[in-house]
């Protein structure tokens, strides 16, 4: 049974002038498989530092604490890896990589995380039916990676590799962003499937309540000033709806 397991993590960035500024303040967060967690605060609280560093983004420095998946220390892996541990990063901006193919990007993924380079036929055929599923045009295979793709087509790119590479847990960083009404129920729906996975968990990071209409979690976690600072259920996420995040962020700032 899967388990993202993390504990007391504090992480610093360069500040610009020789220092460095801690951006995590002691996190602790556990996502088993079999459920979807949700991550909810503010801009500026910490949630994509949190996210760039559990896949491993050489800007951020863990200077304390840990984490692990299914017991294995995830800070000592390069981030190669990780991916191959079974992690998953599914970014807010997501990159443009001239040159690349869709296909060719994801075959090579494929190939690296399973260990073996998947049949050409029985390929195509699988990214054929994600593809569909996500409502992605085919001759997009063929199309250099994220090269003007318009921001709705980054993220259901996004979902695609999620669901082809099939790891045990999703980091997925503002996925609701930039999308429409339409955009965001399909990419809902690839959440969706790939939650309903066995021994697949899911970490939601967002600061809108609006896939959570459509991506049920089972754990709401208040992020503010670096931290979890509150948790519970579903219906938290209904109290941010309705009060923000302003009692949090100044109960933090009191501290």
């Known amino acids: ?72 220390d995830v800070l000592a892996m390069s981030v190669d890896e990780r991916a191959r541990a ?8 997501p990159v443009e990589v001239p040159g690349v193919s869709v296909s060719n990007f994801l075959r090579t993924a494929v190939t690296a995380v399973r260990g073996e380079a998947p049949k050409l036929r029985e390929f195509a055929k699988e990214m054929k039916k994600a593809m569909d599923e996500l409502s992605i045009d085919p001759a997009f295979a063929q199309r250099s990676l994220n090269e003007g793709f318009s921001g709705g087509e980054k993220k259901r790119h996004e979902i695609l590799q999620l669901e082809m590479l099939k790891p045990k847990i999703a980091v997925l960083d503002e996925t609701d962003s930039g999308l429409d009404v339409d955009a965001l129920k399909v990419v809902s729906e690839g959440v969706n499937r790939f939650s309903a996975t066995p ?51 100044k109960a933090e700032a009191a501290l």
């Open 86 to 93: 079974g992690l998953f990063l599914a970014m807010q901006y």
């Open 1 to 72: 049974m899967a388990t993202l397991e993390i504990r007391d993590l504090h992480v610093s960035v360069a500040d610009g002038s020789d220092g460095t500024k801690e951006i995590l303040r002691g996190v602790d967060l556990t996502v088993k498989a079999g459920e979807t967690h949700a991550l909810m605060g503010p801009n500026g609280s910490g949630k994509s530092t949190l996210a760039y560093a559990v896949a491993g983004h050489p800007k951020y420095q863990v200077t304390s604490g840990s984490v692990s998946l299914d017991g294995e």
């Open 199 to 249: 021994g697949t968990g899911v970490l939601l990071i967002t600061h809108y309540t609006r896939i959570l209409r459509y991506v049920k979690p089972d754990f709401v976690h208040v992020f503010a000033a670096g931290r979890v600072v509150a948790e519970g259920g579903p219906e938290l996420a209904d109290q941010l709806e309705n009060e923000g995040y302003e009692k949090y962020v």
